[in-house]
């Protein structure tokens, strides 16, 4: 088996996370406590933990976010069109950034019920990913 991530993240309440991540996003439901759910999140596991004390709303995407990179811009375009489909919270549209750069991808973020944001990329060219060293942009400018 290959190397999994591994994300523990807070929820209010196992029901409104199964509709959102199991029905929504379309991740596969395992073990499950009144106080825990673990999904497959595209072959890595998340574990959604129910606590009294939610996230508070951020005022952008900056500094806490998390989603998945896809290799394919089909299987982005597929998630995007998904979460459409579904009525998921986008907190950003599909777009594109750093176009007509070795940077250039497109992304789009997700909130999910508990305020947790969600990004789902897709790198024009691979080489982005981890590399590009020369390339002093990482995010956006902070507002």
């Given at each position: 088996m290959a190397n999994l991530f591994h994300l523990?993240?807070?929820v209010s309440n196992i029901?409104?996370?199964?509709?959102f991540y199991v029905d929504g996003l379309g991740c596969q439901s395992g073990r499950e406590s009144p106080s825990a759910l673990i999904m497959n999140f595209q072959g890595?596991?998340?574990v959604a933990h129910v606590t009294r004390d939610q996230p508070s709303i951020q005022g952008s995407i900056y500094p806490r976010h998390?989603?998945?990179?896809?290799?394919?811009?089909?299987?982005?375009?597929a998630l995007a069109e998904r979460?459409?489909?579904?009525?998921?919270?986008?907190y950003q549209e599909p777009k594109r950034r750093f176009e007509n750069t070795p940077l250039e991808h497109r992304t789009f973020f997700l909130e999910d019920p508990?305020?947790?944001?969600?990004?789902?990329k897709y790198y024009c060219y691979a080489s982005a990913v981890f590399g590009e060293n020369s390339h002093a942009q990482v995010g956006e400018a902070m507002t």
């Open positions: 523990a993240f807070p029901p409104d996370t199964k509709r890595h596991q998340l998390f989603g998945l990179v896809f290799d394919t811009e089909s299987e982005w375009e979460a459409k489909n579904r009525g998921l919270n986008f508990f305020h947790n944001l969600l990004e789902f």
